[in-house]
């Protein structure tokens, strides 16, 4: 199943550098979402958004920031990012309309290096 | 705040055994549960989930259970295969809500 794909897969980057993570879905959803995954941690809700509108932000640091222009795409841009953020970052899409919630599809991820 | 504990860590099962994970939530609104299986270098994907209007759920080997009034729900994986190892995440969602929140995984070993 390819219904989102998440680019690149892997990224090395310095913490002056900046940087963005894509994520595209094809799945006709109309809510997406960014999730951090570390070891030995649950996965830990960055951001919602539900028809391009930003529904959660999970507090989280400034120097994570995400775009959604369309429902269909998802960007988390990064800048000055600690060694702490190394981790593996995975987009998922669900479709919610109401009251019923309804599963949420994942992409690979992108495993994030910070040296 | 909303937090989902999640037993055992780890789990290690003879092939052709029963494996069960237990979670606990503590947000009593929360009324969607789904089970998701991540393998190793691969996405989380669900394998099954349960409302809170019903107490059991089965699909194949797996199966779910809840128990609203305790805030429990559990899943049941009987005859395990070397398929099965794993790990599995189990997660509350409150009504129409977003905000997912997810315990925090049992790894589990089926040795052949």
């Known amino acids: 199943e390819t219904g989102v794909t998440q680019t690149p897969r892997h990224l090395v980057m310095g913490m002056t550098n900046k940087k963005s993570l894509k994520c595209e879905q094809h799945?006709?959803?109309?809510?997406m979402y960014w999730y951090k995954q570390s070891a030995k941690k649950p996965l830990e809700l960055m951001f919602v958004?539900?028809?391009?509108?930003?529904?959660e932000n999970n507090s989280v640091p400034s120097r994570f920031s995400p775009e959604c222009p369309n429902s269909s795409h998802l960007f988390l841009h990064l800048h000055t990012l600690q060694p702490e953020d190394s981790a593996l970052y995975l987009c998922?899409?669900?479709?919610?309309?109401?009251?019923?919630?309804?599963?949420?599809?994942f992409g690979d991820g992108t495993r994030l290096s910070i040296l | 705040g909303e937090n989902v504990e999640q037993h055992p860590s780890t789990l290690s099962v003879q092939e052709g055994d029963s494996a069960v994970i237990k979670c606990t939530y503590s947000?009593?609104?929360?009324?969607?549960f789904p089970w998701y299986k991540q393998e190793l270098g691969k996405r989380p994907q669900l394998i099954i989930d349960?409302?809170?209007?019903?107490g059991e759920k089965k699909d194949q080997r797996i199966a779910v259970t809840l128990n609203k009034t305790a805030k429990h729900f559990s899943l049941h994986i009987t005859e395990t295969q070397p398929e099965d190892s794993a790990v599995y995440f189990c997660?509350?969602?409150?009504?129409?809500?977003?905000?997912?929140?997810f315990g925090a995984g049992t790894r589990l070993f089926v040795k052949a």
């Open positions: 998922a899409s669900s479709q919610e309309g109401g009251r019923v919630n309804q599963p949420q599809h």
């Open positions: 799945l006709g959803h109309n809510a």
């Open positions: 958004y539900n028809f391009k509108e930003q529904t």
């Open positions: 947000d009593s609104a929360s009324n969607y």
């Open positions: 349960i409302r809170s209007n019903v």
């Open positions: 997660a509350a969602i409150r009504t129409g809500g977003f905000k997912t929140i």
